[in-house]
């Protein structure tokens, strides 16, 4: 069954995906999107991943929810800061030192900080765990090494390690 | 075939306004890339567009070929996705290479050095 199905939740994405893609189930594209998951469970085995362990389903769709409402309350405030711009508005990097080091995890969050207007993953050190994180509208650093340690960074060790 | 016309206008209002708000970000994201002063802060523009423009216009084409087509439509959702995987694999890519170069150039006296320290700081009025 491993060798068959390396990855799991890979290949099983992949086919989802192909059957949305199809929108049918008949047997023909079923079939197609079997052999592409399988394909591809195999190819990513070949660049050995990391194997990806999800401990906490709960915490993650939590922290779904929360970063749906932190992108939605941030879409707002990048629109007000480009419509009608303020004098007193300082932009900034900061440094956040992260104690993640799960390559998913640190995926993830890039993923979660990159679709959030108004921050941008700039760079990240691997070897201090320092991320440089570029704000538009910086009011506090750290409310803002707080935000990510606390509202991202912990449920994603709780999730991943 | 099916026409925008036949929707009943119990969907065509919630489409309407979807698509409304999806372009009026998508726009506002592209007019801060005309009107943000340095390539930091426009980074963050079109993030606007990704994320909830998109998901506007995209909730809107659910429901509108779902009403139209009498069953549901969600393989729009794999556009969204698809965004989410690799729009940042782009930002990434382009912010370090912004930072490469000027720190190379030492152009911007904002870009922080490469140095180890784990303090938070922040400078660079606009």
């Keep these: 069954m491993r060798r068959l199905l390396p990855h799991p939740y890979m290949s099983a994405s992949l086919f989802l995906m192909w059957m949305l893609m199809n929108e049918s189930v008949s047997p023909g594209p079923a079939l197609l ?14 660049l050995q991943p990391l194997p990806l362990r999800i401990r906490r389903w709960g915490t993650a769709l939590r922290l779904a929810g929360v970063v749906a409402v932190d992108i939605a309350r941030s879409n707002l405030g990048v629109a007000l800061v480009i419509l009608h711009p303020r004098a007193d508005r300082r932009q900034g990097f900061i440094r956040i030192p992260l104690a993640l080091r799960n390559d998913t995890a640190l995926a993830t969050l890039a993923c979660i900080l990159t679709a959030t207007p108004g921050t941008a993953w700039v760079e ?35 999730i991943f390690q | ?100 170069r000027d720190r190379l150039e030492g152009n911007d006296p904002a870009v922080p050095p490469e140095d180890k320290a784990a303090e938070p700081q922040a400078d660079h009025e606009t």
């Design chain 2, 1 to 100: 075939m099916s026409h925008a016309a036949d929707l009943p206008l119990w969907a065509a209002i919630p489409v309407a306004l979807l698509l409304l708000a999806g372009a009026g970000l998508t726009l506002t994201g592209s007019i801060g890339l005309v009107r943000l002063k340095t390539f930091y802060e426009r980074l963050h523009a079109p993030t606007l567009g990704t994320s909830y423009g998109a998901a506007f216009i995209l909730l809107g084409s659910m429901v509108f070929f779902s009403v139209l087509q009498s069953r549901l439509t969600v393989h729009e959702l794999l556009i969204g996705i698809l965004l989410i995987i690799t729009m940042p694999v782009t930002l990434m890519l382009l912010g370090g290479a912004a930072l490469h």
């Design chain 1, 33 to 46: 999107g079997l052999a592409f998951a399988l394909l591809g469970g195999w190819a990513l085995a070949m």
């Design chain 1, 124 to 158: 990240f050190d691997r070897e201090s765990g320092v991320l440089l994180l570029h704000v538009l509208d910086l009011i506090d650093e750290e409310s803002w090494v707080r935000i990510v340690k606390g509202r991202y960074e912990q449920p994603l060790m709780e």
